[in-house]
């Protein structure tokens, strides 16, 4: 079973049938020093030796220093962490590949983007438009919150905790004088937050401002005096004010203080994590290293590591350091 789950990932990672086989091979025999350690049906010579050298080429495996013919295996850990990472970067490289030939494209056709970096919207339109690409998020969704919502409050805040329910981050900082609201630290803030949103807080900001995968942002100015609500936004496109929209959002984040996470009610014996959870965020916190946490917990790493993705999910934390912040200010530790 478990060499069945092995080569399921390895074939993700674009391994072929023949290069699985013989990598499980190398895996499953020892080494002879006289031959071939895979042992069992082989192909014919000229095959192996194609196969040999695509493991060599990926990482997979290396010549022994015992025999010029003998391969030995890299541990899997390792090796499905290479190969992660290369399909990582190779899948980067396409998503820059294809930017690249977008731009290209809209230099020689400035019509099919109507020419314009922004797109002012006012009423239902703002909010219609806000809805539709907040939907379509996939990665990350930056939030400067400066004044009166621009959509109806509990609208705003279910769909930011659907987004989250399903990976797409949220980074929120909110002014101040956004908790002066009734009802929206309780109604709003507390239960994004709760749902995995970073939240820091400044005592200003210059705009209000919604930015979706660094592919639209949505950007209002504070609402004229006596107005309870923003009367207008502007979509913004890729391109110079995009990005400096971004390196705003940036700035302000870098200046915030972090909010503290709302403790739960009434419910706080259902969400806590169990005692072997709660060992490993004190080893976290502690700054062992995973080898130890396993030897620890009596555990293999593939649990181990299912347990922290859980964890890591259960606090809303995209790192580690994250994760051990979390898990005080929550007091689970």
């Not at 997979?60 to 220093?65: C, E, F, H, I, K």
């Not at 609500?229 to 984040?253: D, K, M, N, Q, S």
């Not at 555990?299 to 890591?312: K, P, Q, Y």
Request: glycine share 10%; proline share 8%; hydrophobic share 45%.
């Amino acid at each position: 079973m478990e060499d069945d789950t092995l080569a399921g990932h390895l074939a993700a990672l674009g391994l072929t049938e023949p290069e699985i086989s013989r990598y499980l091979r190398l895996l499953s025999a020892p080494a002879d020093p006289g031959g071939d350690p895979g042992g069992g049906a082989e192909p014919d010579g000229a095959s192996r030796a194609a196969e040999d050298r695509r493991l060599i080429a990926l990482g997979l495996a290396a010549v022994s220093p015992a025999g010029a013919r003998t391969l030995i295996p890299v541990p899997p850990g390792t090796a499905l962490e290479l190969l992660s990472r290369r399909s990582a970067l190779r899948l980067k490289e396409a998503q820059a590949a294809v930017t690249a030939a977008y731009e290209r494209y809209r230099r020689r056709h400035p019509a099919a983007g109507d020419g314009t970096a922004a797109e002012e919207l006012t009423g239902e339109d703002a909010e219609r438009r806000l809805a539709a690409a907040l939907t379509a998020a996939e990665d990350e969704v930056l939030c400067l919150d400066n004044q009166p919502p621009v959509w109806r409050g509990e609208l705003g805040t279910a769909t930011a905790v659907s987004l989250m329910r399903r990976g797409v981050r949220h980074r929120t900082v909110y002014a101040q004088a956004a908790f002066d609201r009734p009802g929206h630290l309780s109604g709003a803030v507390e239960p994004r937050m709760a749902a995995g949103e970073q939240a820091r807080t400044l005592p200003g900001l210059p705009v209000w401002l919604t930015l979706i995968d660094d592919r639209v942002a949505f950007v209002a100015g504070p609402p004229a005096d006596g107005d309870d609500a923003c009367r207008g936004l502007l979509a913004v496109r890729p391109g110079a004010l995009l990005t400096a929209l971004r390196a705003l959002f940036e700035a302000c984040w870098d200046r915030a203080l972090p909010l503290p996470v709302p403790q739960a009610t009434g419910s706080s014996a259902a969400t806590r994590p169990g005692p072997a959870e709660r060992r490993i965020l004190a080893m976290l916190a502690a700054g062992a290293p995973d080898s130890q946490i396993v030897r620890e917990l009596g555990v293999s790493r593939r649990t181990f590591f299912r347990r922290m993705e859980l964890l890591m999910a259960q606090a809303g934390a995209g790192s580690r350091f994250q994760l051990a912040l979390q898990a005080q200010r929550r007091g689970w530790l």
